[in-house]
């Protein structure tokens, strides 16, 4: 157990709970202050880039779910804030072959991590129905450096893949917690072992806290720390915007997010929200990647990212999620949008 490592999560941690004092964007409730401490935590070195099914990637899903407890949220996970799922034992040996080409951490993986947590509705009938917000804890780990790095830098931080999603959902949570409770539930989870090809979230589609057919839409937050040069205006996009009638929907009331610019990447079948979608859920993924050449590379750290655009990406979502939770519409999916 590294010490220094857990005394970094507990400073980190009380410092970024303390911060729900500071003074946040005046209309979104979102301060600078708490983006710019999840973000200095979860993309440190000393996670080593949170390695999925790693001691590392535990360690982001304990720092998550102290934060969800001192929110006051109610725990969500087995017994508390966090969901452990099993690995696949043996482990794939094509994922197995790959991890050794790519020299990352060989430590036996045996268990992903999940941290999970509900504000509960406040009406009695509507509060059976669950808006959820995902994100992915993990990223690659040790690894090799890149060929033309002289740094030798071995630690694939992600802080854009997905420390700022993660960012985005704890700062969400910090937020829709204070005041008022919306009439909805709300559901905040962050997946580990996305990277290995979405284990944590297999394991929540097999023990979720709730019936899925009361989640009546998934948001995934993946990849918003840097603007999208292909949208001129600094703003969001959503994966398979034009599969259902969410998108357009949150943006009438004051989402700023448009169609993905990037259709022939298949995103909306790349993150956590498209094995929700095969359940039947509306769940699509809110993102900003602008095909930055640091994707799943060590470069990908905190000096790339836009903190003021990520704190305002963020704030932009809170009035339209908080719509959500509070408004008797449920959207659906458009004909043939449905995978």
């Known amino acids: ?41 979860l993309a440190s070195d000393e996670l080593h880039g949170r390695g999925s099914g790693t001691r ?11 934060l969800f407890q001192s929110f006051g949220l109610e725990p969500a996970g087995d017994g508390g804030y966090i969901q452990r799922a099993p690995l696949p ?11 050794k080409a790519k020299g990352f951490d060989q430590n036996q993986r045996t268990d992903t991590w999940n941290a999970l947590a509900m504000l509960k509705g406040s009406d009695p009938t509507a509060s059976k129905e669950v808006v959820l ?16 790095d002289t740094s030798n830098d071995i630690i694939y931080n992600g802080a854009d893949d997905d420390a700022s999603g993660t960012t985005a959902v704890l700062e969400l949570a910090r937020a829709l917690s204070q005041g008022p409770r919306p009439k909805r539930s709300i559901l905040f989870v962050l997946f580990g072992s996305e990277e290995l090809g979405g284990y944590g979230n ?49 943006a009438q009331h004051g989402a700023a997010i448009s169609a993905d ?12 929200n498209y094995a929700l979608a095969q359940k039947g ?19 990908d750290d905190l000096s790339k990212i836009d903190f003021g655009f990520l704190t305002q990406s963020i704030a932009s979502m809170t009035d339209p999620v908080r719509w959500l939770a509070n408004t008797n519409w449920r959207p659906a999916w458009n004909a043939d949008g449905k995978p």
């Open 1 to 41: 157990m590294r010490i220094r490592t857990l005394a970094l999560i507990v400073s980190l941690a009380w410092a970024s709970s303390s911060l729900i004092l500071a003074k946040p964007n005046a209309s979104a409730k979102i301060c600078a202050e708490c983006v710019r401490a999840d973000m200095s935590f």
């Open 56 to 66: 590392d990637e535990h360690l982001a899903a304990v720092y998550a779910a102290s």
């Open 89 to 99: 034992n043996p482990f794939p040996e094509q994922l197995s072959k790959y991890l």
């Open 133 to 148: 917000l995902t994100a992915h804890l993990d990223h690659l780990g040790l690894g090799n450096p890149a060929k033309d």
């Open 202 to 250: 297999q394991y929540f589609l097999e023990h979720p806290p709730v019936p899925l057919t009361q989640i009546v839409a998934n948001l995934e937050f993946e990849m918003i720390g840097r603007p999208d040069p292909l949208l001129p205006n600094r703003t969001l996009w959503l994966t398979g915007y034009e599969r259902s009638n969410l998108g357009a929907t949150l």
């Open 261 to 272: 610019p990037h259709p022939d990447q298949h995103f909306f079948q790349r993150s956590d």
């Open 281 to 299: 859920i509306v769940a699509q993924t809110v993102s900003s990647f602008g095909l930055h050449k640091d994707y799943h590379q060590p470069s």
